[in-house]
């Protein structure tokens, strides 16, 4: 009898751990790699609520900004896997820094398990509204004969510039700022002939006249931009980039537990007025299974790394 109330009683207790692991117990982490009040803050705290009102634990958002991103992803590397420590990735984050930097603190496919892409919008090729280019053929034309200036405020910018350069011929010099935020000025009045960058960002210049938009990188026009033309209906058909928001966990996190996180967050991302706040930064909802969220973040480590190279793009 003894023995047999210790099997049960042990067979209880594995039972009891199995439930436990199949959803993470609070309170969680999310991780994000830049300060607050930007697109993937306010798109993380957003998933906090959602996150924590449906698992009814606090979700803390942690701002780990610096060194393009590799603070915080060095943080969620080194976290428990055990489903209470995520992080909220950019494409840059995730893929671009892989695809650039020599020496990187992390490997995106080694060390992360992705949980959910959330999110995506298209990248807006800009420049003043008063500029000389109509479209961006004319800025292209002009880099093969002038000397024309582009911003970058971030290496999502940077690649997609380079890579216009490397499909087209052109040789046009790139401009460093802080952030996009920086560049404005710049671009608005002129000093510089264009920049890619996020709708975020763009949208209330160009809604005010201040800029205007020559292209979207999407594989597609962007709804909400309809008279835009993509980079590819001007005469570079294999250009197709999208900016996207992930969420992900560290590598070694049970599957039982990524799956319920996974479907949390889909929960969130159904509700109206998630869908309004996310529709307010310029983005759009996806709505991936797991498997397909996990293939979508694989297929765009490779994609950048070949864009890097096509582009001829190193960083130390």
Not at 74 to 97: E, F, H
Not at 236 to 244: A, I, K, M, V
Request: net charge neutral; aromatic share 6%; charged share 15%.
């Amino acid at each position: 009898m003894k023995l047999t109330s210790k099997l049960i009683g042990l067979a209880a207790a594995v039972a009891l751990g199995l439930a436990g692991a199949a959803q993470a117990s609070g309170p969680l982490t999310m991780i994000v790699p830049f300060s607050a009040g930007g697109s993937t803050d306010i798109l993380a705290r957003v998933l906090a609520k959602d996150i924590g009102q449906e698992l009814n634990v606090p979700v803390v958002v942690e701002n780990k900004p610096g060194a393009e991103g590799f603070i915080a992803a060095r943080q969620l590397r080194t976290a428990k896997p055990d489903g209470n420590t995520l992080m909220l990735v950019t494409t840059s984050v995730y893929a671009i820094n892989p695809a650039i930097f020599t020496e990187i603190p992390y490997d995106s496919a080694k060390d992360f398990t992705t949980v959910s892409v959330v999110a995506s919008s298209p990248n807006v090729i800009l420049a003043a509204s008063n500029a000389k280019y109509a479209s961006l053929k004319d800025v292209l034309a002009a880099g093969s004969k002038d000397d024309v200036y582009y911003a970058t405020g971030a290496t999502m910018h940077l690649l997609n510039a380079k890579w216009l350069e490397a499909l087209s011929g052109a040789r046009m010099t790139s401009v460093p700022y802080k952030g996009s935020a920086a560049a404005y000025p710049d671009l608005i009045a002129g000093r510089v002939d264009f920049m890619v960058d996020q709708p975020l960002s763009s949208l209330p210049f160009i809604q005010q006249g201040q800029l205007k938009a020559l292209a979207v990188t999407s594989e597609k026009r962007w709804p909400r931009m309809p008279d835009v033309p993509t980079v590819a209906e001007q005469g570079f058909p294999d250009f197709s980039t999208t900016s996207w928001w992930a969420v992900l966990a560290p590598a070694g996190t049970p599957a039982e537990v990524v799956q319920k996180l996974h479907d949390t967050i889909a929960k969130g991302l159904a509700r109206a007025d998630t869908q309004e706040k996310i529709h307010q930064i310029g983005a759009d909802i996806e709505s991936m299974s797991l498997p397909q969220a996990q293939a979508y973040t694989a297929a765009e480590l490779e994609k950048w790394q070949a864009i890097a190279k096509t582009a001829n793009v190193k960083m130390n």
